[in-house]
């Protein structure tokens, strides 16, 4: 929900303006923290141009000091409430890439990376390393980065996208 307003909440689901205005009340107050971290980021944003993940990594809004025309600040704005989170995600994601294909190496699976879509890692391996794979990659990708939260990631295991089951390790 961060970043997105009553209207873009009816647009995505079945909610009426109204329910979805109640709906965000009832979040933030139900989250007072999150109000105040989004609060927060959007005055960071506007008073300094720009954003950055946990490890570092900018993201400029010059417009949000600057530009007059309010649909392109309110954008700049939702981006840079999101930019720190998608961000810091992707910034975990590519260490974890990094870390792979040694790992498997240093294991001797001869697994590959296929594709990467946002969160998610596609990987190919003989069926015979499915497990071992599997195993060694949910480690690479929860110790990737260290957060207050710990990282968890699921493994699943197909013949194609459209076939992927849960794999329980």
Request: charged share 25%; net charge neutral.
């Amino acid at each position: 929900i961060y970043g997105m307003s009553a209207f873009g909440l009816t647009r995505s689901s079945e909610l009426t303006l109204a329910e979805a205005e109640d709906f965000i009340d009832a979040y933030f107050k139900q989250f007072p923290g999150i109000k105040s971290y989004l609060d927060g980021i959007r005055l960071l944003a506007a008073q300094q141009g720009y954003v950055e993940t946990l490890l570092g990594r900018r993201r400029l809004f010059p417009g949000l000091k600057t530009q007059q025309n309010q649909a392109i600040r309110n954008r700049e704005e939702r981006e840079a409430i999101n930019a720190p989170i998608q961000g810091t995600a992707a910034d975990i994601m590519k260490i974890a890439m990094l870390h792979l294909p040694p790992a498997l190496k240093e294991a001797g699976l001869s697994a590959r990376i296929l594709l990467q879509v946002h969160d998610e890692l596609v990987l190919e391996c003989p069926s015979d390393q499915l497990r071992p794979t599997a195993e060694l990659v949910r480690t690479v990708m929860e110790k990737a980065y260290s957060l207050k939260a710990p990282l968890r990631a699921e493994t699943r295991s197909g013949q194609n996208w459209g076939e992927l089951m849960p794999l329980e390790l």
